[in-house]
């Protein structure tokens, strides 16, 4: 995976992201909106730095954080429309934004 | 006769002497003509949507972060949204210039394969070759100074890299050497133009996934805010006509955002440019498959670049 590559993935889960936070149901959860709310904020600044930063996408431990980012990438799709899976959603947008956190140290 | 029947038999009569002109290895100078024109049209166009896009990419963050600040009930200063700025003018600058040297190159090369007149040939490769001179220049000082996104550091080699390749062409073409030198020395040098190619097309497509990100944010903020609104025991009818202005110019612009990915429009420059490669190259027995080759690569690009550049342009003024 690429730097360009993982900035897309990054931004087609945000956009995921706020499919669910648009859906009135999850709305009428001010609590559980406010937490996913939250991660999104916290992604997108992930994604903005992302977008900036200095990558060596060929390094075998980038290739091995975009694989569990991928992977989690692909959980993430199969739940993100069932809300009553909203623990399994939050709990694994935070997975991804984990191993984002190690690429952008990693870059610093 | 009939005027359907004028045209079927035109329609008839087009493709069976496009096959004569193919099979007796005929290209014929005005086949190059609309071909080239249109290739011309187009990477300028893409100049100028990509120019624009750049220009767009700070405005993009500094709104986003206005709106979410607001959103939540956050203080806003002038410092802190500066802040936001993913490039600066100089990062800016270099790379629509890089874009606008690609452009002129590949038309210098356009002009040599039409075999247009010597004075237009030269004039041509003297625009392109200082159009590199000066990004070569532009890229040493860019990475030197203070930049925001690290890749520009990054930029200084392939930028001379194809700034010494199409140099060395360029040189030849203004030199009047022969058709044999300059072929030879295009064979040669033109794959170093490839990684700034590739540079651009890869960075371009990470600005326009943060113009995407910051344009979906902007929906939760207005849906929820309206749903937010007419959850109250006596909604502010005039606030809810407000947000339901924003919701409908969110979602035109979200149509436009969605066609203002340059990446696609790039790789279709860069595929144009590679088959005119490939018809100043070929042997003179194989031109009419070349042809045929970038008059597709053009049309494909030219379909790329439209939509591309009323999109940016739209969203530069909605977002």
């Not at chain 2, 270099?94 to 394969?113: K, P, W």
């Not at chain 2, 041509?124 to 890749?151: E, K």
């Given at each position: 995976m690429t730097q360009a590559e993982l900035v897309t993935a990054i931004g087609n889960t945000l956009t995921r992201m706020d499919n669910t936070l648009m859906d009135p149901d999850l709305q009428n959860q001010p609590a559980r909106w406010q937490q996913v709310y939250a991660m999104r904020k916290h992604l997108d600044d992930q994604q903005r730095e992302l977008v900036a930063a200095t990558i060596q996408a060929d390094d075998a431990a980038f290739q091995n954080l975009t694989g569990k980012i991928q992977l989690a990438i692909?959980?993430?799709?199969?739940?993100?429309?069932?809300?009553?899976?909203?623990?399994?959603?939050?709990?694994?947008?935070?997975?991804?934004?984990?191993?984002?956190?190690?690429?952008?140290?990693a870059a610093a | 006769m009939t005027i359907r029947q004028q045209l079927r038999a035109h329609r008839r009569t087009l493709p069976a002497l496009l096959i004569l002109f193919f099979l007796v290895g005929c290209v014929p100078d005005q086949d190059y003509t609309p071909v080239i024109t249109q290739f011309q049209q187009s990477s300028a166009t893409l100049a100028q949507a990509f120019e624009t896009l750049l220009a767009n990419a700070n405005l993009v963050e500094y709104e986003h972060y206005i709106d979410t600040q607001a959103f939540d009930h956050a203080r806003l200063t002038p410092t802190e949204i500066d802040t936001r700025a993913i490039i600066t003018p100089e990062e800016l600058k270099?790379?629509?210039?890089?874009?606008?040297?690609?452009?002129?190159?590949?038309?210098?090369?356009?002009?040599?394969?039409?075999?247009?007149?010597?004075?237009?040939?030269?004039?041509?490769?003297?625009?392109?070759?200082?159009?590199?001179?000066?990004?070569?220049?532009?890229?040493?000082?860019?990475?030197?100074?203070?930049?925001?996104?690290?890749?520009?550091?990054?930029?200084?080699?392939?930028?001379?890299?194809?700034?010494?390749?199409?140099?060395?062409?360029?040189?030849?073409?203004?030199?009047?050497?022969?058709?044999?030198?300059?072929?030879?020395?295009?064979?040669?040098?033109?794959?170093?133009?490839t990684a700034l190619f590739n540079l651009l097309g890869s960075e371009s497509q990470a600005i326009y996934e943060r113009q995407k990100s910051t344009q979906s944010a902007q929906g939760v903020l207005l849906f929820t805010s309206y749903n937010r609104e007419i959850a109250q025991p006596t909604p502010d009818k005039e606030y809810l006509l407000q947000l339901s202005d924003r919701i409908k110019q969110f979602r035109r612009a979200q149509a436009l955002v969605a066609q203002s990915n340059p990446a696609p429009a790039i790789a279709a420059f860069k595929k144009s440019h590679d088959a005119l490669i490939a018809v100043i190259l070929a042997p003179k027995d194989a031109k009419p498959k070349s042809l045929a080759a970038l008059i597709a690569s053009v049309q494909s690009f030219a379909a790329e670049v439209q939509p591309l550049a009323a999109g940016v342009q739209a969203t530069g003024t909605t977002h």
């Open positions: 692909k959980q993430l799709q199969q739940i993100v429309d069932n809300l009553k899976k909203i623990d399994s959603i939050i709990n694994t947008i935070a997975r991804i934004s984990a191993v984002l956190d190690e690429i952008l140290k | 270099l790379r629509s210039d890089a874009i606008l040297a690609l452009a002129q190159y590949t038309t210098a090369l356009a002009t040599l394969a039409q075999g247009k007149h010597e004075a237009q040939i030269v004039e041509d490769a003297d625009a392109a070759s200082t159009s590199f001179s000066t990004l070569a220049t532009d890229a040493q000082t860019a990475a030197a100074g203070h930049h925001l996104i690290p890749a520009t550091a990054d930029y200084a080699g392939p930028i001379s890299d194809a700034a010494a390749a199409a140099g060395i062409i360029l040189g030849l073409i203004e030199r009047h050497r022969t058709h044999k030198e300059i072929h030879d020395s295009i064979e040669k040098n033109d794959p170093a133009l």
